[in-house]
T-cell receptor, first 111, second 113 residues
Framework: RKEVEQDPGPFNVPEGATVAFNCTYS??????FFWYRQDCRKEPKLLMS???SGNEDGRFTAQLNRASQYISLLIRDSKLSDSATYLC????????????FGAGTRLAVHP | DGGITQSPKYLFRKEGQNVTLSCEQN?????MYWYRQDPGQGLRLIYY???????QKGDIAEGYSVSREKKESFPLTVTSAQKNPTAFYLC????????????FGDGTRLSIL
């Protein structure tokens, strides 16, 4: 089983749609969770951290379910500029800041 | 502006040649990392360094070497022992303590001639 699993997509949605991405992780002792965005042939950029109580940043909402080892990202009112690959990232317990990156879910927003 | 600078953006390696990828940061971060990304795969950790003059192997260190002589700099050498070097190489840095997000440079694409 992969340490971090994501549906690779692609998710093809029209502008204005709401889209949700899911991610599962294998290590129940993981403590920190993030969503990154990666544009084609570019570096990953931090989109948001994910907190236990859930958190929102504008049109983006992240949720964490520790019991199910499941993380989600909801994007409301999709824009063309949201087209990218979204990476689910989970910290590995241990002495240093090791992050495990999912392979990503690709989103394509069309007019 | 604070950030991470990787160079060159594109690099071509001849067979049997060692090449060095540069990574410099001015974020005053203690920890630095090198990743490799292949199409359709997640990032894989090559080496990391938590402090100057110290570094550790990641998950796929074979065929690579690093140094950390200065806080700001963490160069990666891809040696001739790395038989499949074609990939997108990403350098990252983070603050120490807890599980911090990592911030990335804009990457180097390495190809074999």
């Amino acid at each position: 089983r992969k340490e971090v699993e994501q549906d690779p997509g692609p998710f093809n949605v029209p502008e204005g749609a709401t889209v949700a991405f899911n991610c599962t992780y294998s290590n129940s002792a993981s403590q920190s969770f993030f969503w990154y965005r990666q544009d084609c042939r570019k570096e990953p950029k931090l989109l948001m951290s994910v907190y236990s109580s859930g958190n929102e940043d504008g049109r983006f909402t992240a949720q964490l379910n520790r019991a199910s080892q499941y993380i989600s990202l909801l994007i409301r009112d999709s824009k063309l500029s949201d087209s990218a690959t979204y990476l689910c990232v989970v910290s590995q317990p241990g002495g240093y800041n090791k992050l495990i990156f999912g392979a990503g879910t690709r989103l394509a927003v069309h007019p | 502006d604070g950030g991470i600078t990787q160079s060159p953006k594109y690099l071509f390696r001849k067979e049997g040649q060692n090449v060095t990828l540069s990574c410099e940061q001015n974020l005053n971060h203690d920890a630095m990392y090198w990743y490799r990304q292949d199409p359709g795969q997640g990032l894989r950790l090559i080496y990391y360094s938590q402090i100057v003059n110290d570094f550790q192997k990641g998950d796929i260190a074979e065929g690579y070497s690093v140094s950390r002589e200065k806080k700001e700099s963490f160069p990666l050498t891809v040696t001739s022992a790395q038989k499949n070097p074609t990939a997108f190489y990403l350098c990252a840095s983070s603050m120490q303590g807890g599980k911090q997000p990592q911030h990335f440079g804009d990457g180097t694409r390495l190809s074999i001639l």
